[in-house]
């Protein structure tokens, strides 16, 4: 895993909607979703929905797969730097409760 991946809005940014001289209220129309969603996207507050990675897709910026397992990869990376609680392996639990 790639060590803190960026947030999939912030690549959408910079290696799509930059490069192509998009605004985000063009882009947002193009993809048929309002200009808020995309900028809460577009800068990180909100994820990549499956429905957004489709979207993505039809309009020709990679594949909804890849959109999502940039999120995944995202998402992920923070949840291991959280904290996490103390779990026991479901076989060891299994096997306690067959006794």
Same mark, same amino acid.
Not at 67 to 79: K, S
């Given at each position: 895993?790639?060590? %803190? +991946? @960026?947030? +999939? /809005? $912030? &690549?959408?940014?910079? $290696? #799509? !909607?930059? @490069? !192509? /001289?998009?605004? &985000?209220?063009?882009?947002?129309?193009?993809?048929?979703?309002?200009? &808020?969603?995309?900028?809460? #996207? !577009? %800068?990180?507050?909100? /994820?990549?929905? +499956?429905? !957004?990675?489709?979207?993505?897709?039809?309009?020709? &910026?990679?594949?909804?797969?890849?959109?999502?397992?940039?999120?995944? %990869?995202?998402?992920?990376?923070?949840?291991? /730097?959280?904290?996490q609680p103390q779990v026991r392996a479901l076989g060891e639990l299994a096997n306690n409760h067959l006794d």
């Amino acid at each position: 895993m790639m060590y %803190n +991946p @960026p947030h +999939p /809005g $912030e &690549v959408l940014k910079d $290696e #799509v !909607l930059t @490069p !192509l /001289g998009l605004s &985000v209220t063009e882009a947002a129309r193009r993809l048929s979703m309002s200009r &808020v969603a995309l900028s809460r #996207v !577009l %800068n990180g507050r909100a /994820g990549i929905s +499956p429905d !957004l990675a489709i979207r993505l897709e039809k309009s020709g &910026v990679s594949t909804a797969r890849a959109w999502l397992a940039m999120q995944t %990869n995202h998402d992920l990376w923070l949840a291991m /730097g959280h904290e996490q609680p103390q779990v026991r392996a479901l076989g060891e639990l299994a096997n306690n409760h067959l006794d």
